[in-house]
């Protein structure tokens, strides 16, 4: 049995994805509303202290969001690279000894039940419990 889940089947690498998807398009959009609002306004000469001075504020939120979104995507792609140099474990198959289990172990405990027959008889069995310790 592979004792690492591959790559598309672990949750942390599709959060990551995801995630880092959401960042870049999201500081991407703010960027691209932001810059040419304030362009037109500067060229116009129609814009005002907040637009001005906000929109740097805002232009620089975005490209930090985007720079945060683009270093996850590289970080998820050299995880994969990284992962793929990686050598698989191999399953091993281990011995079964059949005549441990024949017998009953030294911490069982017996309980006594009554089961009933069809007829109306009860029959006493017999159950194994294995103590827990």
């Known amino acids: 049995m592979n004792v690492r889940p591959s ?8 959060i990551l994805l995801v995630a880092s998807l959401a960042v870049t398009v999201a500081g991407a959009a703010i960027v691209a509303t932001t810059l040419p ?16 001075y906000g929109g740097q504020s805002w232009i620089t939120i975005g490209s930090g969001l ?16 990284a992962r793929s140099f990686l050598p698989v474990a ?3 198959a281990e011995a079964v000894d059949v005549a441990d289990d024949a017998e009953p172990a030294d911490d069982a405990v017996f309980v006594r039940t ?9 029959v006493p069995a017999r159950d194994e419990v294995t103590a827990a310790r």
């Open 37 to 52: 609002a304030m362009i037109a306004g500067l060229d116009d000469q129609t814009a005002t202290g907040g637009l001005v």
């Open 114 to 122: 009554d089961e009933v027959v069809a007829d109306g008889e009860v």
């Open 7 to 14: 790559l598309t089947r672990s949750i942390p690498f599709w």
């Open 66 to 81: 985007l720079a945060a979104g683009l270093v996850g995507l590289f970080v998820l792609l050299a995880l994969a690279a």
């Open 90 to 92: 191999t399953p091993t």
